[in-house]
């Protein structure tokens, strides 16, 4: 009897390999912010993991989506082209050229100085299509209508002035509303890179988010991206802390404390513990204890590094952490 089960386990597996290959049937955006240096992918599917196969970018260079019959190839392959000066639509030709898959394939990219171009394969499942403009590039397939993109791109276009994540966050919410993918919910990501972005600096990811298998992706990457902004504020405002530019490292960290109120209780007791710090290293000492005493007050676990911490020598913490 199990050997019975394994073969037909294997035959049943071989079905599904040999069959028609899983698309990410997907909508998606991709877009630059030249003011800021920032570039950023927002994407949802009806498809496991769409994060780890649509979105590519890299700071000063330029964002690409690849989905439909993805290949990913293209997210490599298409920023070195524009690395090397290429511009979209000619790294586009470039990618399609040689690809005998380019009729299923689907396309966004966008350079660092906001050039945009975005494909449909005549292949792709219906329906799909994008649109492009200065600043960006949004595409879907498998959608409910031509409304999903119409709405990507209103969303994006009215959210201008807010941070990059913001506006992708805006149009991908936007045209979920509108219908989204035709065969439900899945997955979500939302990427921005800029230069020196990452923590310490060491890498360009300032904000690097994904929902592989959720039942409400959007939701859920909606609250980690404001997470994601919390945390990209206070990792600038720590890396300035860290180069001793203390005075630009108070304003960036009660940024994040506001919005560490408004988006991350979670985290509130951290964020308090840093902005003591930069207080310290501002000079003020008073508002510092205070801070301190509230981060103990949210987290008590830190009360141990407190006391411990160099970087608040000189406050009288006996006084107040008891």
Known sequence: M???????????????AVGEPRKPATFSIVAADPESGELGIAVASRFFSVGSVVPWAKA?????????????????????????????????????RKDDGRDGRQVGIVSADGKGVTYTGKECTSWAG????????????????????????????ESKGKPLAERLLAALIAGDAAGGDSRGHQSAALLVVREGGGFNGFTDRAIDVRVDDHADPI???????????????????WAAFTQKHYADALPLQQQALALAEKHATGMLGEVVYDYAVILKANGRNDEALAAVQRAVGLNPKLKVQALRDKDLEGLQLSMVLK
């Open 2 to 16: 199990r050997r019975i089960l394994v073969g037909l386990a294997l035959l049943l597996f071989a079905t599904v």
């Open 60 to 96: 000063g260079v330029g964002a690409v989506a690849t989905q439909s019959n993805a290949n990913t190839t293209y997210g490599v392959r298409g920023l070195n082209l524009l690395e090397r000066g290429a511009l979209p639509k000619e790294v586009l030709d470039a990618l399609l």
């Open 130 to 157: 994008g649109r492009s403009g200065p600043g960006y590039a949004v595409q879907g397939n498998i959608l409910t209508g031509e409304a999903v993109v119409v709405a990507l791109e209103k969303g994006f276009l």
């Open 219 to 237: 939701g859920e990457i909606a609250r980690l991206t404001r997470l994601g902004l919390v945390n990209d504020t206070w990792n600038r405002a």
